[in-house]
């Protein structure tokens, strides 16, 4: 069983880009080796006859009917925008040409 260093937490913050003052390499450390410890742990639980899951319980995604609707308040959610022109929302040009 290794033991996570302090060379080697000072080497994963410099590659992170990652400023970590001493005291915070230590608490690193600790909590990467109880990381590792759990891992060595969960390798051990036997799982040949356990089907592959993506999800810990089953999702279904729940569809709707694809039906055409009519809408009549065009006229009240046109008068809800701050502005407007004919049967559009005028928004302001955010492209330059």
């Known amino acids: 069983m290794t033991k996570i260093t302090k060379e080697e937490v000072k080497k994963v913050a410099h590659l992170a880009r990652l400023e970590l003052n001493e005291n915070e390499i230590?608490?690193?450390a600790q909590q990467l080796e109880k990381i590792l410890d759990y891992i060595r742990q969960l390798e051990k639980i036997d799982t040949d006859d356990v089907p592959g899951t993506t999800r810990a319980i089953e999702v279904v995604n729940v569809f709707r009917k694809d039906e055409k609707k009519?809408?009549?308040c065009n006229e009240e959610l046109l008068e809800l925008?701050?502005?407007r022109e004919d049967k559009f929302f005028k928004v302001p040009k955010i492209i330059n040409e």
């Open 81 to 83: 925008g701050p502005s």
């Open 26 to 28: 230590n608490n690193h």
């Open 70 to 72: 009519s809408f009549d």
